[in-house]
């Protein structure tokens, strides 16, 4: 066979990495997540005048000066300011969020609404991020909905206990009668809000619970894929283990295999791999695993995924896991296809186009020193992949 003999530093335009990108299928999904208030953000509203005395005072656990305050006719379900999700804070509330029993208490006796007036985010939602099971058994003992919903995302206080990470709560919430399949107006279920939160202990729980290992929300993502898009290895194995299937695609062809090669999470990949899932299974656009960890430059996993025989996606006119490394200027991954046997065997076309591609963006001189750094790098792995090449042919 002839020597390639490539012409290694011809010039390109950067027109040309625009002509030759690729695009991945839709993009991950995301769990949207609750915030807290904190006594410093409440402090940042005093400073303006924009918050009460009572709220404030609760803010600092000052519970002499929220008696006080109370005593003199403070109102214990004023609103307090816009928090999230068109929702404000109540006093109650932030005392929930504090973990404050004995305001709670206070509060409560002086009539606080135990749900938090309609507008406001519900105390027991609080009480859960902040994983405080004995003000949430004070809120449920007063009358508290553990399957309240307020702002236009369907929100349970469960899924609060999801992204806590708190067992105890969701123990309690669950023996009150939560339903543990309840959904979010985008479908995700507390099995799935746990995978995502990385809430293992949790997991457990709903796990118990007997939940729909099949369930999706509404794009087709399940537990199994949250798990290893967030790099969860725990919570990957716990929902496997119990009969989740680790193939399903979802509507955009997204597999859990694909989720845990953007993350970079080699336990997870292996995880996926011991249960049989496909490393060849591509989106309807032809995306693939190992274009997803060429572009996230996770060397390691492409070299798990090639361990297992899978495809590195050599065409005759693309080679796009090379290019994917080639635009995230990632000379491991470059190094990782280039020194497979298929690439050994890529030819002229692929390896001499990311050359030029490579040197097009020197030569351009607008990346950073450290992104320069990395380029060069890239050039080294395809000078070496050349003289391989040449020493082969």
Known sequence: MPRLGLSWLGGLGLAALACKATVAAAPPAEVPGLRLPTARWIASFADKGGVSELLLAVAKRDVAAAAHILREGGNPNEMGPMLQGGLRTSPLGMAAARGD?????????????????????????????????????????????????????????????????????????????????????????????????????????????????????????????????????????????????????????????????????????????????????????????????????????????????????????????LDEAVRGGCPDAMRVLLESEAGLHAGRHHVDTAARQINARVKAAIASPAVQSRLTKCQQVLDEAKKRAEEAF
């Open 101 to 321: 029993v004995a305001t709670v208490d206070l509060l409560l006796e002086a009539g606080a609404l135990p749900n938090g007036p309609a507008g406001t985010r519900p105390p027991i939602w609080n009480a859960a991020l902040s994983c405080s099971v004995d003000v949430t058994r004070t809120l449920v003992r007063r009358g508290a909905s553990v399957e309240i919903r307020r702002g236009a995302g369907g929100v349970t206080p469960l899924l609060a206990a999801c992204q806590g990470g708190c067992p105890s709560v969701a123990c309690v919430m669950i023996e009150r009668g939560a339903d543990p399949h309840a959904a979010t107006v985008d479908g995700v279920t507390p099995l799935m809000a746990a995978a995502w939160w990385g809430s293992a202990a949790v997991l457990r729980k709903l796990l118990d619970a007997d939940p729909d290992l099949l369930a999706t929300d509404h794009a087709g993502h399940d537990g199994v894929y949250f798990a290893a898009l967030r790099g969860h290895t725990e919570c990957l194995g716990l929902l496997l283990d119990a009969g989740s299937k680790a193939d399903r695609a979802t509507v955009h062809g997204w597999t859990a295999l694909m989720a845990a090669a953007r993350s970079g999470c080699t336990s997870c990949i292996t995880l996926l791999l011991d249960h049989k899932a496909d490393p060849n299974a591509t989106a309807a656009n032809g995306w693939s695993p190992m274009q997803e960890a060429a572009r996230h430059c996770h060397a390691d996993v492409m070299k798990q995924l090639l361990a297992v025989g899978t495809s590195v996606g050599i065409t005759k006119a693309h080679w796009t896991a």
